[in-house]
């Protein structure tokens, strides 16, 4: 309401469907991180004791973005730098699901916010130490985006990550994790045509997500004839296919590709740099 009163309309959030808010951790909001954490985290954000200072950022995901926006708000200069050639970093792959393309929100209102507040963002760059040590600033945030974690499996070169999956192969998809990104890729396999299936750690598909999320996954799984096993974890991938375990026995499965999803590993070593003056 204040913001309408300000005629500052174009400040505000919209909503994204991200569903956090009906979450077991509601109120929350994962466009707007101070709900439901406002003792700790000001929904306002005050000017720096000391102003003007300069700040790089590296990274041009939701945190970078989100950074560079709090940095300009407390009055410091800030320079954002982004390897790849438009700003939102994974959420631009999270858009491309059918029922997800909201979530662009969250990256068109942060982009908007730092032209506000005229941020300068540079792009197309992969920001070394010594680009970084160059700009002579005060303050580095390093906001880089993870890679995933495949190197725990044996006979990890045979496999790929949810973002490298190949044209025309079949594909079986490993979800580590219990989140949105095995059925986003399954879904996107199975529109051009692909014959997939999801193999899971976790008794149903998106575990750790809320029951809203899991209804909208399981109607696309079904809808997509996408064939799914649960309670596996694999053990190793050869050529000849992909080797699940179920309790103390193996369980064959076959496919051209398989697609993991686990953890991530960081991208950067700039945290090992000293860059500020």
């Not at 970093?89 to 916010?113: F, K, Y």
């Not at 799984?221 to 375990?245: E, K, M, N």
Request: proline fraction near 4%; hydrophobic fraction near 40%.
């Amino acid at each position: 309401m204040l913001k309408l009163e300000q005629e500052a309309e174009t400040t505000i959030r919209p909503c994204v469907g991200a569903t956090h808010c009906t979450s077991q951790r509601r109120p929350v909001c994962l466009h707007n991180a101070a709900t439901g954490r406002e003792k700790k985290l000001p929904h306002k954000i005050e000017l720096a004791t000391i102003e003007g200072r300069s700040v790089v950022v590296v990274g041009g995901g939701p945190a970078g973005l989100g950074a560079a926006r709090v940095c300009a708000l407390r009055a410091h200069y800030v320079i954002l730098l982004e390897a790849a050639p438009q700003l939102g970093g994974q959420v631009l792959l999270g858009t491309r699901a059918s029922w997800r393309r909201d979530l662009i929100d969250l990256v068109d209102w942060r982009v908007a916010e730092l032209e506000r507040l005229s941020v300068e963002t540079r792009l197309n760059g992969l920001a070394e130490a010594e680009d970084v040590a160059a700009l002579s600033p005060d303050c580095v945030i390093v906001a880089t985006e993870g890679l995933p974690d495949i190197d725990w499996i044996d006979g990890a070169q045979l496999c790929t990550s949810v973002g490298g999956i190949l044209p025309g192969a079949d594909v079986l998809i490993y979800d580590g994790i219990g989140r949105h990104p095995a059925p986003h890729c399954a879904e996107m396999c199975a529109i051009a045509g692909r014959k997939v299936k999801i193999v899971g750690r976790d008794g149903f598909v998106v575990a750790e997500l809320t029951y809203v999320d899991r209804v909208g996954w399981k109607t696309k799984l079904y809808q997509l004839d996408i064939s799914t096993r649960f309670d596996h974890r694999p053990l190793r991938v050869a050529r000849r296919g992909f080797v699940a375990q179920i309790g103390s026995g193996d369980s064959p499965g076959e496919s051209s590709m398989l697609a993991g999803m686990h953890e991530q590993t960081d991208t950067t070593d700039l945290q090992d740099e000293e860059l500020v003056r």
